[in-house]
């Protein structure tokens, strides 16, 4: 499908779907059609300065929302994909997310929560521990597409994983190269290089869980990025959940206009990006609209998780993000950074 024409003059016969999507659209909001929005910007490859700054901060086993949130969420769905893998035509919806942090619920609430520190590293060094708690996790084969410096496949593979990295960002891809084992393939090319031109060799580590931590936002163009992922998924007969996180706009910019879609910047180690936000329900409407059915979403409510966490995740927010102390209480209900998705063709 081409590009969806702009504005008041789309008529709705025609285009439905995008009318419906752009209802209210005040001057500030980003068009959200396929390819409109996106033409005018790169993809966020991070490079320089930056990447240095985002390989430090990622320490060994990634940030501390990474460790805290992101890592167990990462296991309990990798593990329960091998033992369950899906079943044609079974697209029931789950509530995995919610069942990854309850697994580790009391590691969260005994954690220490300092700046320095990341949380439940502990737990992330102890292979014996993490095998009893996800018994299958190495069997899997995780594609890792954006996979930034590289902990993710790291990690998993200190579990006997196989994890497959993607990454255009030279520096973060020689630093991930140069940790890498055999079991951590990895590739330079962006995610829709990567499917057209390499992925079919990858087949021999055919994926049982693709992940795009904290990538869509930046790439130029997610539709396009989602369609070639479906696409290849259905011709290789790849029949696989993607665990994918986005940025939840009310945590990274908090105080947003009420649109679906918005620029804003994001700070992140001290640097502005310019990111077009998309809040949760126009990421739905965006894998509907590429043909992905919705197995699980979840926000974090930071409220439910123990206090020390979601202390310590808003001043995060606050002393990394925000730089200011009343933005930071406009985030609400208490949500963020991430939204969590399991996604499936
Ligand atoms: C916020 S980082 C997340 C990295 C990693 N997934 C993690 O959780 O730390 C986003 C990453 O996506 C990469 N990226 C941007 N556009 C991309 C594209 N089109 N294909 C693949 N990776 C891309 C960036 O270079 C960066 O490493």
Known sequence: MGDIPAGPEASPKRWPFAM??????????????RG?????????????????????GMGTYGDPIRTSLVNPIVAFVADHFVANPLRPQDRSPRNLIQQALYKVADELANATYRPQDRPLHQWHA???RLAALY???????????GCGEGYLGRWLAAQGATC??????KPLFTHASAKATPTT???PPTIDEFLKHHARQCLDWKPTLMTLIAVLDGC???????????????????????????FDPDFFCAGLPKNPVNSGSIRIFETDHPFTMRDPAEWELTFADHNFHVLDQRPIHLDTLPPNLTR???????????????TVDLIAPRQGPFYFWIIAP
């Open 312 to 326: 310590y995740v808003l001043d995060l927010c606050r002393d990394q993000i925000l730089f200011n102390a009343d």
């Open 126 to 128: 102890d292979a014996e």
């Open 164 to 169: 497959v990295g993607v990454e255009p960002s």
């Open 185 to 187: 393939p990895l590739f």
């Open 135 to 145: 018994p299958h996790l190495k069997k899997s084969v995780v594609w890792d597409l």
């Open 220 to 246: 130029r163009d997610p539709d396009r990025t989602l369609d070639q992922i479906n696409s290849f998924m259905r011709k290789n007969l790849i029949d696989i959940p993607l665990l994918v996180t986005t």
């Open 36 to 56: 409109a929005a996106t033409s005018r910007r790169s993809d966020d490859i991070f490079e320089g300065e930056f990447a240095a700054r985002w390989i430090k």
């Open 20 to 33: 419906r999507r752009n209802l209210v659209r005040p001057q500030s909001a980003v068009p959200t059609r």
